[in-house]
């Protein structure tokens, strides 16, 4: 039998995952996601424009940005604004969630508006870039809908797939599926695994903590996420309901 997880989990097993839809009024979108004792709250607004290299090419663009409260974690963190600029940790998980999302939106259908992405982290026990990934596809989503409500023409539903992200890793030689914080922060081998519902991968980031991960432990962890991906595609599903039928293409939803 597999020793206990700190918080008692089996190893296939998720924190406990929710998301509240439209918990923003002002924004277009907007969901509040809560892994664990993780929390981000995400929101997605629409700018009637584009970055200057996509002027007169009829398409859009996603982008995203990612910040932390000052006590989101255990002790107060200078808020990264009163410091001149993003630190690099910041500045990579942004460009990951932009990057996530934009591989799940035909630009094309979107004319030329720059959706905003805005993920910030409430408080962080672990797997803040899985959970906004996660929380941001349903804030985008929302804010799609909520351009099609107000009569904005887009020429096709633009989303291709639904795109969620899972954390694995390898805890005293086992494959372990969405790590907490106590458990990241000890794991021989800790990866970010990011996933479209029709079982395709976005990214992939992995990094031995100790010694070298071998192809079979790999696979496991590969296992692991893909049987935690399905789950949160599920609650992606039952949160958005009718609002993703409408924005999504009919090929991607029958995959």
Same mark, same amino acid.
Request: aromatic share 4%; with cysteine; charged share 20%.
């Given at each position: 039998?597999?020793?206990?997880?700190?918080?008692?989990?089996?190893?296939?097993?998720?924190?406990?995952?929710?998301?509240?839809?439209?918990?923003?009024?002002?924004?277009?979108?907007?969901?509040?996601?809560?892994?664990?004792?993780?929390?981000?709250?995400?929101?997605?607004?629409?700018?009637?424009?584009?970055?200057?290299?996509?002027?007169?090419?009829?398409?859009?663009?996603?982008?995203?940005?990612?910040?932390?409260? +000052?006590?989101?974690?255990?002790?107060?963190? !200078?808020?990264?604004?009163?410091?001149?600029? +993003?630190?690099?940790? @910041?500045?990579?998980?942004?460009?990951? &969630?932009?990057?996530?999302?934009?591989? *799940?939106?035909?630009?094309?259908?979107?004319?030329?508006?720059?959706?905003?992405?805005?993920?910030?982290?409430?408080?962080?026990?672990?797997?803040?870039?899985?959970?906004? &990934?996660?929380?941001?596809? *349903?804030?985008?989503?929302?804010?799609?809908? @909520?351009?099609?409500?107000?009569?904005?023409?887009? &020429?096709? +539903?633009?989303? @291709?797939?639904? *795109?969620?992200?899972?954390?694995?890793?390898?805890? !005293?030689?086992?494959?372990? /599926?969405?790590?907490?914080?106590?458990?990241?922060?000890?794991?021989? *081998?800790?990866?970010?695994?990011?996933?479209?519902?029709?079982?395709?991968?976005?990214?992939? !980031?992995? @990094?031995?903590?100790?010694?070298?991960?071998?192809?079979?432990?790999?696979?496991?962890? /590969?296992?692991?996420?893909?049987?935690?991906?399905?789950?949160?595609?599920? /609650?992606?599903?039952?949160? /958005?309901?009718?609002?993703?039928?409408?924005?999504? !293409?009919?090929?991607?939803?029958?995959?």
């Amino acid at each position: 039998m597999s020793a206990a997880r700190p918080d008692g989990r089996a190893d296939g097993e998720l924190r406990h995952a929710a998301i509240t839809l439209g918990v923003n009024r002002y924004a277009e979108g907007s969901a509040l996601i809560q892994v664990g004792e993780t929390r981000v709250l995400c929101t997605a607004s629409v700018e009637d424009r584009v970055p200057p290299f996509l002027v007169g090419q009829k398409k859009g663009w996603v982008t995203a940005e990612y910040g932390m409260l +000052p006590r989101a974690t255990h002790t107060r963190t !200078q808020r990264e604004a009163s410091r001149g600029r +993003p630190s690099g940790r @910041t500045s990579e998980i942004q460009r990951l &969630i932009g990057r996530a999302l934009r591989a *799940v939106v035909d630009q094309s259908a979107l004319g030329e508006r720059t959706l905003w992405i805005d993920c910030d982290v409430l408080q962080a026990d672990g797997g803040t870039r899985c959970a906004s &990934i996660t929380g941001a596809f *349903v804030a985008l989503a929302q804010a799609l809908q @909520t351009l099609r409500a107000r009569g904005v023409i887009l &020429i096709r +539903p633009p989303l @291709t797939a639904q *795109v969620a992200a899972v954390s694995v890793g390898m805890v !005293q030689g086992r494959a372990v /599926l969405d790590l907490s914080y106590e458990e990241d922060s000890g794991a021989g *081998v800790d990866m970010n695994i990011i996933g479209t519902d029709a079982g395709r991968y976005i990214e992939i !980031q992995g @990094t031995a903590e100790a010694s070298p991960f071998s192809r079979a432990e790999m696979d496991a962890m /590969l296992g692991r996420a893909a049987e935690g991906l399905a789950r949160l595609f599920d /609650l992606q599903r039952s949160t /958005l309901g009718d609002v993703l039928s409408g924005v999504m !293409q009919q090929a991607a939803l029958e995959t």
